[in-house]
């Protein structure tokens, strides 16, 4: 089994956040593979279904983001998963809009929600960093996170997700590379990110 978080903040002032891509992101993935109805659980909604053939729980925790770890925890204490069973899907402001990179454990630069999840359950979880681009100015990234994509960007992140969501099967059978790979391929012929070579995924 296999835990998907997407990070974001609950209520609707927050639905459009670039914070909340994380959300989107882990929604699409339910749509793609009709996995419903969302059901409260694990202090946030969640929904259990198959990818590729193996149980997959999607959670979005209601904590608000400085307080995902403690969803995580209860979501992965009840299912009994390791670190290594988990994949968090998150806005990384150090990546261009529309890119995406995947690694294994590592730092949380300057992330609150992954700070939170490590404290709770370790460093060693998949993380999924959705590019949102970066203010230029590190005193402007929490209200630049905060704010809702513009209406420019909708295209590009309403591809993404949806390529996200084709990609999930990928995720579940651990080809990390080649989900990166093909949503850069993807992404690179829609216009939306340059064409340069990708790093393979750590």
């Known amino acids: 089994m296999l835990l998907f978080v997407g990070l974001g903040n609950p209520g609707p002032q927050y639905v459009g956040n670039r914070h909340n891509v994380g959300f989107m992101a882990v929604q699409a993935i339910a749509r793609r593979h009709d996995i419903a109805p969302w059901r409260r659980r694990f202090q946030g909604v969640a929904v259990e279904g198959a990818i590729a053939g193996e149980r997959v729980l999607l959670l979005l925790p209601g904590t608000y ?81 905060l704010m809702d994509f513009a209406k420019d960007e909708w295209p590009w992140v309403e591809a993404l997700c949806e390529l996200i ?37 750590k």
């Open 65 to 145: 983001m400085n307080e995902s770890g403690r969803a995580v925890a209860e979501a992965a204490h009840f299912y009994k998963l390791e670190p290594g069973q988990i994949v968090v899907f998150h806005d990384e402001a150090e990546l261009p809009p529309g890119k995406v990179r995947l690694k294994t454990g590592g730092g949380n630069a300057g992330h609150n929600g992954l700070r939170s999840i490590s404290e709770h359950i370790g460093n060693d979880y998949r993380r999924v960093r959705i590019g949102v681009g970066h203010p230029g100015d590190k005193k402007l990234m929490e209200r630049y996170v």
């Open 165 to 201: 969501a084709d990609g999930a099967g990928l995720l579940v059978e651990g080809k990390d590379s080649t989900f990166q790979n093909k949503i850069h391929l993807a992404m690179s012929a829609k216009g939306f990110v340059d064409d340069k070579d990708e790093p393979a995924a």
